[in-house]
């Protein structure tokens, strides 16, 4: 019997005995341990199809360089990209709102993320009837290095893992008060556009936002949708690995646009 006593005591963890504590503390230790718990449950449960992901952050920036789209250097280029129209405001309708955050000279896209943002605002909005919100759209390369003297973890401007956003093809959707069912429909209308091949998609969940990289195809395909294919590209799969990514995207915004 003493033996039997034994064992059952070896096998069960040692918890620290209950030291005598003022109430307040009590109670904020007891929350404290309760976030992390409800954190950890979380991101056990739920792992989005979309997490970002090294892979995905260097097939973004394959696919901008086979698209010959140039990394946007300064606000000088980036105004004269605007009166090319090779660069266009962001679309600021019923369907599409832009954060107040974001300022006026970085509210700019390539044609076709702003005929993508149309479209996705307009059937979220026939849905659910609310917009979708803005929250990034291009930076420039001086734009970059300021962020990476300010933090040490701020992605690079140039290179395979440079941000997305120095193109100006890629903005970021804000999930910020969206229902369950609005972030599932998001989550499925996206990534059946990422597997036909039309964008690339990273769900962010420090920032809360989606970000999203229009390929040239997509608005290809709506001027000839019949003669159009689709470039075929590697569909991104949940990587455990997304630290890479979700790093440079991070770093490369201001917390929180
Ligand atoms: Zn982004």
Same mark, same amino acid.
């Given at each position: 019997?003493?033996? %039997? %006593? ?32 409800? #954190? ?31 990394? +946007? ?15 266009? /405001? ?6 599409? &709102?832009?954060?107040?955050? %974001?300022?006026?000279?970085? #509210? ?31 930076? @420039?390369?001086?734009?970059?290095? @300021? ?6 973890? &701020? ?6 893992? &440079?941000?997305?956003?120095? @193109? ?22 996206? %990534?059946?556009?990422? /597997?036909?091949?039309? +964008? ?58």
């Amino acid at each position: 019997m003493v033996v %039997l %006593l034994l064992v059952i005591h070896a096998a069960v963890p040692k918890v620290a005995s209950p030291k005598p504590v003022a109430r307040g503390q009590a109670q904020s230790k007891h929350l404290k341990s309760k976030t992390r718990k409800h #954190r950890r449950v979380s991101w056990v449960f739920f792992r989005s199809p979309l997490k970002g992901s090294r892979e995905s952050l260097l097939r973004q920036n394959l696919k901008i360089d086979s698209e010959n789209l140039e990394r +946007i250097a300064d606000s000088e280029q980036l105004q004269s990209l605007v009166q090319e129209n090779a660069l266009v /405001s962001l679309p600021e309708t019923r369907y599409i &709102a832009v954060s107040s955050k %974001l300022p006026q000279d970085r #509210r700019y896209c390539r044609p076709r993320t702003r005929i993508f943002l149309e479209e996705f605002g307009e059937d979220h909005y026939r849905r659910f009837g609310r917009s979708l919100t803005v929250t990034s759209a291009v930076r @420039t390369v001086d734009f970059q290095k @300021t962020l990476q003297r300010r933090n040490k973890n &701020a992605a690079s401007e140039s290179g395979e893992l &440079a941000s997305p956003h120095l @193109t100006g093809a890629t903005v970021d959707v804000g999930k910020r008060g969206m229902s369950p069912q609005q972030l599932k429909w998001v989550r499925n209308y996206l %990534l059946e556009m990422q /597997s036909s091949g039309f +964008i690339d998609v990273e769900e962010e969940f420090r920032q809360s936002v989606f970000h999203v990289t229009v390929y040239k195809d997509y608005e290809l395909a709506r001027v000839a949708p019949a003669t159009v294919a689709p470039t075929p590209v590697e569909t991104a799969a949940p990587n455990p690995d997304h630290n890479a990514s979700e790093r440079a995207h991070d770093a490369s915004e201001t917390p929180p646009l």
